[in-house]
């Protein structure tokens, strides 16, 4: 509920953007039923039947490619954003409108744009979410 209750309920999207929040299966039953009722108020709610635990992250983006394939097939692209993360909405468009657009015309259609995390140290500490332990 983070993006929900701070940076983005004072935004106008432009008639070219739309939002969807994807939320995973919840085992808080007084969460679900806010998120249920946040849902009926907004209608950009949508629910996937995942756990929602970083776990299962590539699931979760599988099902929200899933659902864009199934009900929002002329959508040219998807930004995925964590609620620790705020989004700057006029640069966003900028970058789309402007330098995308270029970047399709001169490289096609089939990216992934992001930040590649180059020389980082390995994480040791079993607390941390990035912490993977894989039995062979």
Partial sequence: ????????????????????????????????????????????????NIVDDYSNLTLKMNSIFQWQQNFCQNVDFILRADEDTVLDISRFEYWMNNEIKDLIENIGDEMILGHLIENSPTVRQSCSKWYKFFLF
């Fill in 1 to 48: 509920m983070g993006i929900r209750s701070s940076w983005k309920k004072d935004v106008q999207l432009n008639s070219n953007f739309t939002h969807k929040f994807f939320i995973g299966w919840t085992w808080n039953e007084t969460l679900r039923k806010t998120l249920k009722e946040e849902s009926q108020k907004y209608g950009d709610i949508i629910f996937t």
